[in-house]
């Protein structure tokens, strides 16, 4: 069983930053593909950003490419999200997952566990 907490979400302004966090459970947490997911009121969840075992390959969605970094620390059982430049368009509800298989795919469905989310609020 995994647990995943996310933290760090809020209302900022259009053009400022935030940094997400997502705390896992576990002790082979090293093992998990880590993703960060997002959904906003009426849409499906879509994908953000993922980060590989060893943390040395990130893939980014092409609507935050370039203003979000994806990064981990497998000694603090920690992966974060950093949201820079953030525009209106980026409000959602932002969630860390776990792909147990570890295949860096981006499909939400290839994720075993999910965090309960933490709100991101981009006001213009």
């Known amino acids: 069983q995994v647990q995943l907490v996310e933290s760090g979400g809020g209302l900022v302004q259009a053009g400022g930053s935030l940094r997400l966090s997502c705390a896992a459970s576990?002790?082979?947490?090293?093992?998990?593909?880590m993703g960060w997911f997002r959904q906003a009121p009426g849409k499906e969840r879509d994908f953000v950003a993922l980060?590989?075992?060893?943390?040395?390959?990130?893939y980014y969605a092409d609507s935050v490419k370039g203003r979000v970094t994806i990064s981990r620390d497998n000694a603090k059982n920690m992966v974060y999200l950093q949201m820079n430049s953030l525009k209106p368009e980026d409000t959602a509800v932002y969630y860390c997952?776990?792909?147990?298989?570890?295949?860096?795919?981006?499909?939400?469905?290839?994720?075993?566990?999910w965090g309960q989310g933490t709100q991101v609020t981009v006001s213009s």
């Open positions: 576990g002790r082979t947490f090293s093992s998990y593909v």
């Open positions: 980060i590989s075992r060893s943390g040395g390959i990130t």
């Open positions: 997952a776990a792909d147990l298989r570890g295949g860096n795919t981006q499909s939400r469905y290839e994720y075993d566990y």
